[in-house]
T-cell receptor, first 112, second 111 residues
Framework: GEDVEQSLFLSVREGDSSVINCTYT??????LYWYKQEPGAGLQLLTY?????DMKQDQRLTVLLNKKDKHLSLRIADTQTGDSAIYFC????????????FGTGTRLKVLA | SQTIHQWPATLVQPVGSPLSLECTVEGTSNPNLYWYRQAAGRGLQLLFY??????ISSEVPQNLSASRPQDRQFILSSKKLLLSDSGFYLCAWITGTGELFFGEGSRLTVL
């Protein structure tokens, strides 16, 4: 079945860049997404990339997609303490189901 | 604009008691709706999804059930809670471009 893997933790210093990685098995998703979850809250869409793109940049965020390796990454430039949260990658496979597949989540801690 | 609400936000229940969590969506019609559970420090587990009134697909064969009595209402229930049911329950609906909008979440502690 579908599987989406992420590293569990990442710690960076304020001002540095953060790179959160994700690998997946099902490549049928039209879009791939990054969600952010702050403590005690639901998830919010951060950014997404169309599956026929290699890169998308949105202010401090850069998404890279390597379809051959089934690897997705999120780079946050100039990481701030407010970026501390759990980040989930996700896909919505077009395989006839309505199942939205989330990664395991990466907890980003930004040190002042 | 579309909004999604869940309640209650927090509840503490004894083992063996019943459960009812409610989710309502406004500003859209015939949404695809989802219930997820997030255990402490863990990822999201899909519990149920619904593509319409009375249509429920279960992903997890446990003591939980879901119902969709109205187009924009999604209810998560249990007749007898287990300790393992503790967690953060999230309701969500999906847009035409595949974006999920989540409710505020309901934190359940079973003692």
């Amino acid at each position: 079945g579908e599987d989406v893997e992420q590293s569990l933790f990442l710690s960076v210093r304020e001002g540095d860049s953060s790179v959160i990685n994700c690998t997946y098995t099902d490549s049928s998703s039209t879009y791939l997404y990054w969600y952010k979850q702050e403590p005690g809250a639901g998830l919010q869409l951060l950014t997404y990339i169309f599956s026929n793109m290699d890169m998308k940049q949105d202010q401090r965020l850069t998404v890279l997609l390597n379809k051959k390796d089934k690897h997705l990454s999120l780079r946050i430039a100039d990481t701030q303490t407010g970026d501390s949260a759990i980040y989930f990658c996700a896909g919505f496979p077009t395989s006839g189901t309505y199942k939205y597949i989330f990664g395991t989540g990466t907890r980003l801690k930004v040190l002042a | 604009s579309q909004t999604i609400h869940q309640w209650p936000a927090t509840l503490v229940q004894p083992v063996g008691s019943p459960l009812s969590l409610e989710c309502t969506v406004e500003g859209t019609s015939n949404p695809n709706l989802y219930w997820y559970r997030q255990a402490a420090g863990r990822g999201l587990q899909l519990l149920f999804y619904s593509v319409g009134i009375g249509q429920i697909s279960s992903e997890v064969p446990q003591n939980l059930s879901a119902s969709r009595p109205q187009d924009r209402q999604f209810i998560l229930s249990s007749k007898k809670l287990l300790l393992s049911d503790s967690g953060f329950y999230l309701c969500a609906w999906i847009t035409g471009t595949g974006e999920l909008f989540f409710g505020e979440g309901s934190r359940l502690t079973v003692l």
